[in-house]
């Protein structure tokens, strides 16, 4: 197949593992016999440098004609002094709108060589599995009005939704759910908000669809609890931007494994673009010392999810575990008796194995 | 000194508990030369039962004469099928509202004999020592609109504050900081919301005025990890409501110490409604199995806060204290070597120590 891919590198580390996970990629195309086209753009940091925004016209005129968008990091000290609206994390807000990417997906799981780092004991977090899914171009942080009142004295953001946006995401956690293990929690609060109200009653209509998933309602306060007292209970959780954003961070440090954690973020046909969760780190950008892993595992998410290609990111994800299983881990992780391996070496390890599975 | 106080037992084991504090505070009072009135009103379940409203108005009325007010818990399967607006916690929320509690104040502190019940790792959560103070009658709890649009196809939620709501709250936590380790940190998600955006600016205008206090700004995502990575580094944390309300609960299950976690819901003139964090548990309801030092715990956050009461609140915890060191628990808890008790026994031993402590 013919795939174009744009890279967004963004910033601080993300230059070093977008370069790695163009590397994979291409190793993956030459063995498998499709053939994957690369274009750069600018986002974030590095945009307000050269081009006077975060977000210029030709990064999302590039991406919207790209089957997918692979995008490193943004943000660093350097433009911490700017105004809002100005900042680099601006790029990551306005491109999910521009593109429509309603559906954020970030499954965290546990790599064993790994649990020992977690804060969590080894019995309370083994055998954690979950994806959240999590609505990401509505809800408070595009609601309108977003204000403050003319004399300054009062200030008012806006929690929106229309009942298809809710639909549309409930919908991806529900076909989540059927093709993992059946199990959907849904998280509002309903016993507050109208939005939530809506949300459950959205839930309750969908289920005639999906028979075969059990679904649980959840309040995002006991959710924020039951994600440390007994994270393996959930498979799916399905909720709305903030709460989302919440959850999938309180979410992503409970295996010790956040610098291996990927994400998506789609749109309706499918395409969509994929970063890892970790930022973009710039105390040791450009020294050899990044992870690739989260990196390499968000172009897996981009096979699967936006080229249909499953062979090819098993093949990521099996040659992934591999190198942690032989003891390979770069200076964020530990594994005991492990071998320490820069950025490009760890890429490289990846690759032998990604070239010499069968 | 004479104080009047208005008891709202609530469902479940609300009753058992808030009978608990009554005696205890009767002990105390009689210790120290005090007269402490007591006055049962209805909220919640009960209040639906008996006056068909989770809050009537006598209960109101009651309450703002009141010098405190103790609240033990609502809610229970028995009136889940109702329509939100009739459902117990609107007797909650009502309350809030109407009595004008806008500071809540949630500490989580570890018990040394029951860290082994945390699902964190004993060496991250030991020392732990946080105290949370959330905003409780504004933002989206009680914003407006709050309502679909006319055709259904859409809904609305308001995070609204007006500049003076803000104001107190943060200078109830630069209050709550300066009398504790002088650290703190104020949660908000600046780089999305405007009412976060106005919230940064308040905390750097007060900090001015409490130059001892160091403050840190973090963003709700960052803080629902590091509540889990390293909760002993937050002395307290100022947030708004919905934001306190899901840090808060998160918090909550950190030090295996739920079932002790006592709260506060101050008023701008010191009085308030004083409430353990745990629910009605209407499971255990009636057996004499209730664990009542959360409870307790409340009565001596309401003694410090609304009567000024340091040294007779110091009391009661140096007895909860001494009481879990000797070994005795409720159900819920489990102790090494302890010896088990119900309800009214774990509240007379409590009471003994009060007695018997110089
Ligand atoms: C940078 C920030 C605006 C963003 C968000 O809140 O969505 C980030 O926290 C994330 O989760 O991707
Ligand atoms: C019962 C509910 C409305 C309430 C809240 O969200 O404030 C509760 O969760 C709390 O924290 O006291």
Redesign the interface.
């Known amino acids: 197949m013919n795939k174009h891919i744009v890279l967004l590198p963004g910033d601080g580390i993300g230059k070093e593992v977008t370069k790695a996970a163009r590397l994979v990629l291409e190793a993956v195309a030459e063995r498998n016999g499709h053939n994957f086209t690369f274009e750069e753009q600018l986002i974030g940091g590095a945009a307000i440098d050269e081009a006077g925004t975060p977000l210029p016209e030709k990064t999302v005129a590039a991406a919207r004609k790209a089957d997918a968008v692979l995008l490193g990091a943004v943000g660093g000290p350097k433009w911490d002094h700017l105004p809002?609206a100005e900042?680099p994390?601006k790029g990551l807000?306005g491109i999910r709108k521009q593109l429509g990417l309603f559906a954020n997906l970030r499954p965290v799981k546990g790599f064993k060589q790994l649990l020992h780092a977690?804060?969590?004991?080894q019995e309370?977090v083994e055998n954690s599995d979950l994806l959240i899914v999590r609505e990401l171009t509505g809800g408070?942080?595009f609601?309108r009005p977003?204000?403050?009142t003319e004399d300054?004295?009062?200030?008012?953001?806006?929690?929106?939704?229309?009942?298809?946006e809710i639909e549309r995401i409930v919908e991806k956690g529900f076909e989540s759910a059927s093709k993992r293990r059946n199990h959907l929690t849904s998280v509002d609060?309903?016993?507050?908000?109208?939005?939530s109200?809506?949300w459950r009653e959205v839930v309750e209509e969908k289920k005639e669809k999906y028979p075969d998933v059990e679904v649980d309602h959840m309040l995002?306060?006991?959710a924020?609890?039951k994600?440390?007292?007994?994270p393996s209970s959930f498979d799916v959780i399905v909720t709305e931007n903030?709460?989302g954003?919440?959850?999938?961070?309180?979410a992503?440090?409970?295996t010790g494994s956040l610098g291996l954690l990927p994400s998506a973020s789609l749109r309706e046909d499918g395409t969509g673009l994929f970063e890892p969760v970790h930022g973009s780190a710039p105390d040791i950008a450009g020294e050899d010392k990044a992870n690739p892993l989260a990196m390499i595992l968000s172009t897996a998410m981009m096979l699967k999810h936006s080229f249909g290609m499953e062979k090819e990111a098993d093949h990521i994800e099996k040659a992934v575990q591999e190198v942690l299983d032989a003891g390979y881990h770069t200076a964020d992780l530990s594994i005991m008796n492990g071998i320490e391996h820069g950025c490009n070496d760890m890429t490289r390890k990846v690759i032998e194995q990604i070239t010499s599975e069968d």
Chains 1, 2 share one sequence.
């Open positions: 809002g900042r994390e807000l977690s804060p969590l004991k309370v408070l942080y609601g977003q204000e403050r300054g004295s009062g200030v008012v953001d806006t929690l929106q939704y229309t009942r298809k609060k309903a016993n507050v908000l109208e939005s109200r809506m995002v306060d006991a924020a609890m994600l440390v007292t007994n903030m709460f954003d919440i959850l999938s961070d309180e992503s440090v409970l």
